[in-house]
């Protein structure tokens, strides 16, 4: 398990300003022949420091070195006391106050029985954290009486002082707060792994851990910064990828209902179960199961139904639906749903159109600060649109879904018809007080919502320290950047905007390595595919120069390879996950650094680079296309790696850590995902 972290920009004018947030990742881990094989990061001069329960590894020499400040005169520098109170807290919160059993001991490896605790120089290369099982399984957990199947001892390592968090007393984000988030959110890895470190339903793993940050450092509300990646695309399976973290808001709504033990219990059944049937098989008690919370989240989703919904974001809306057909941009995920309202009023039928009989409709009718839920048995319903301010139905999707490969959108369309009949009672009556309006769906706009990679610049308001305009040559900027003489087929041009070093923070050498203002272009194709150019002035006369700079082959399994184009020597970077295509052109022309990103295909990319190098150096009437495979290492083809998400446009009204966002502007968060660096945040 990785931890990495997301910088995110400053938003429109109307919203607060954002700063550093972490994001974990669960590593794919090999289960080791034995115990006790576990590799350990190794520290110039080690020194340790602990108590009862840990023990902390760390040094005052080189690059992984700590703050040496030392208040109390104790010779134990600060930050290292302040990691082990940190790991105390969630001890207590975690093992003593909520009874999760503590993470197995790890056989003497760290030089004792107790957890040991690393702190390295994380951050630059895109790591807040991470807890590492590998070589550590067990199969049964001897220091629990139930019988676990694939239990795992771990370790953890820390960034060695988060420095690099950029400080803003409005959220109470500091050094201090980001790592005891981590710690909460790594230390629940451990213990997890105690109970089953090979759960193939890895979205779990995350969302608890981020709900158990929560738990720990309730005042921090880190965990806010989550809560988009799910409420943009609600209609997303629940174990893909990009909705990890933030479906730690599906394990409050239950712990909410029926207690923090609730989790605990998904945790103990996990040792049998896998994923959702563990889930099923803890809300029996509750005459519950998966699918009817599952349903009901789309419900709260929607009535930012929690103790602290005010905080929260509005779901996106898929659509206004009125007298005649509604057809959504997309269907429907396993155990996903989509939100539309229903326009017009008087006495409508709303009936739910599809071939399928795994699609649930319900209605949603906000009157005053309550909401009447009105459930469909045959997926249709006669709603009475005057008795309501405003009113909803919500197409949920009950597939149990439980791996990423196998999400598929189930199609849908609503029918909204005149009706004589008599309007369907509610079937339960939840508070609405946290309620705000929706947004119509940025995609009726043909804009990418999937928080996941880099996305179209926001509309209206732009970034507070950028400019933004609707023609490219309009754009101010202090040097003169390459527009291509022609775009791939199929894109147009959508916006032009500028950001600083500062916006890119991290990513600057990988995008501003001069610092300054970046020129950046956005391309859009009729189905949603983007191309982005990034121009600044460039520090550095030539590639090379830039990459020996950051010593970037020297970096454990680098995603690139050199390639030439048009003449021009340029970095091919192969982004892609199992999900989803990125790709990454980095080239010097004419004094500018220049970086190509896509998310279709690098024949896009490529062309488009050819278009931009074409500008200062003429090419034949017709150019080959040049073929691209994924960057190689001596183990083999690379198709994993870690990134930097840059994320922005978020809310306002921050509550310490979290995000409070109130909604009722229609934006698209401008998402940025940069490779930094592979080398211990692979996935």
């Known amino acids: 398990m990785s931890k990495r972290w997301k910088l995110v920009f400053s938003g429109y004018a109307i919203f607060a300003i954002l700063s ?101 120089e994380l951050m630059p290369i895109g790591i807040a954290g991470y807890a590492d099982t590998k070589g550590g399984y067990l199969g049964d957990n001897p220091a629990t009486p139930e019988v676990e199947r694939r239990a795992a001892y771990s370790y953890l390592s820390l960034d060695n002082n988060f420095a690099e968090v950029i400080e803003n007393p409005a959220i109470d984000e500091t050094p201090l707060a980001l790592m005891q988030a981590t710690v909460a959110h790594e230390f629940n890895h451990a ?144 155990l996903g749903a989509d939100t539309i309202q229903i326009g017009g009023s008087g006495i409508v039928d709303v009936t739910l159109e599809t071939d399928t009989t795994v699609l649930h409709l319900q209605a949603v009718g906000i009157r005053g600060d309550q909401a009447d839920i009105i459930d469909a048995a045959d997926n249709s319903l006669t709603l009475n649109l005057d008795a309501y301010q405003v009113t909803y139905v919500i197409v949920h999707n009950d597939t149990r879904t439980s791996r990423a490969r196998d999400c598929a959108y189930i199609d849908y369309a609503i029918t909204v018809t005149s009706s004589g009949a008599s309007p369907a009672a509610a079937t339960a009556v939840w508070p609405a007080g946290n309620f705000q309006a929706p947004t119509l769906s940025i995609r009726e706009n043909n804009r990418e919502t999937d928080l996941n990679g880099p996305n179209r610049p926001p509309m209206g308001q732009p970034f507070t320290s950028s400019e933004f305009v609707e023609a490219p040559q309009e754009l101010d900027v202090p040097f003169n950047p390459i527009l291509p003489a022609a775009l791939p ?35 859009i194709d009729g189905n949603g595919n983007w191309l982005s150019i990034a121009q600044s002035p460039s520090p550095y006369t030539t590639l090379q120069d830039w990459l020996s700079g950051i010593d970037y082959f020297n970096i454990a399994e680098h995603p690139g390879r050199l390639q030439t184009i048009s003449g021009v020597s340029v970095l091919v970077e192969d982004l892609s996950s199992a999900e989803e295509t990125r790709v990454s052109l980095t080239f010097v022309l004419d ?56 994320l922005g446009g978020m809310g306002m009204m921050l509550c310490g850590l979290g995000i409070c966002l109130a909604a009722g502007v229609v934006f698209l968060a401008a998402l940025l995902i940069r490779q930094s660096s592979v080398g211990s945040a692979k996935k």
């Open 489 to 523: 087929p199929g894109y147009t041009f959508d916006y032009a905007y500028t950001m600083t070093a500062g916006d890119f923070g991290s990513s600057a050498i990988y995008y501003v390595p001069g610092g300054g203002i970046s020129a950046n272009y956005d391309y």
């Open 191 to 334: 213990i997890q792994a105690g109970y089953d470190a090979f759960d193939p339903q890895t979205w779990l793993y995350e969302a608890t851990a981020s709900w158990m940050e929560d738990e720990v450092y309730d005042g921090s509300n880190d965990t806010l910064y989550y809560i988009a990646d799910v409420f943009d695309a609600p209609d997303r399976c629940r174990v893909a990828e990009e909705g990890w973290y933030g479906s730690w808001l599906f394990l409050r709504l239950m712990s909410e209902r029926y207690g923090q033990a609730v989790v605990r219990s998904i945790w103990e059944k996990s040792r049998q179960l896998d994923g959702l049937d563990a889930i099923d098989a803890a809300l029996v008690p509750y005459g519950r199961s998966l699918q009817t919370e599952s349903r009901d989240f789309a419900v709260a989703s929607l009535l930012r139904g929690y103790r602290e919904g005010a905080t929260y974001p509005t779901i996106r809306l898929e659509g206004l639906a009125e007298l005649g057909t509604f057809f959504p941009e997309t269907g429907v995920q396993g």
């Open 20 to 120: 550093f947030t972490a994001v974990t990742a669960f590593t794919t881990r090999t289960v080791a022949a034995r115990a006790g094989t576990q590799e350990r990061p190794s520290l110039p001069d080690e020194k340790t420091y602990g108590d009862e329960h840990f023990l902390i590894h760390y040094t005052l020499s080189g690059d992984e070195a700590v703050d040496p400040t030392d208040s109390n005169s104790n010779s134990i520098p600060d930050y290292v006391e302040q990691v082990l109170d940190a790991l105390n807290t969630s001890y207590q919160v975690q093992v003593i106050q909520l009874g999760w059993a503590p993470p197995p001991n790890d056989l003497g490896e760290g030089g004792d029985i107790r957890f040991d605790v690393y702190l390295e």
């Open 591 to 646: 004094g500018l650094f220049i970086v190509i990103d896509g998310d279709h295909s690098a024949e896009d990319a490529m062309a488009l680079a050819e278009n931009v190098i074409a500008v200062r150096i003429p090419q034949p009437a017709v150019t080959p296309s040049i073929p691209f495979s994924p960057p190689t290492t001596s183990s083999g083809t690379i198709t994993d790696y870690s990134a930097l998400a840059v």
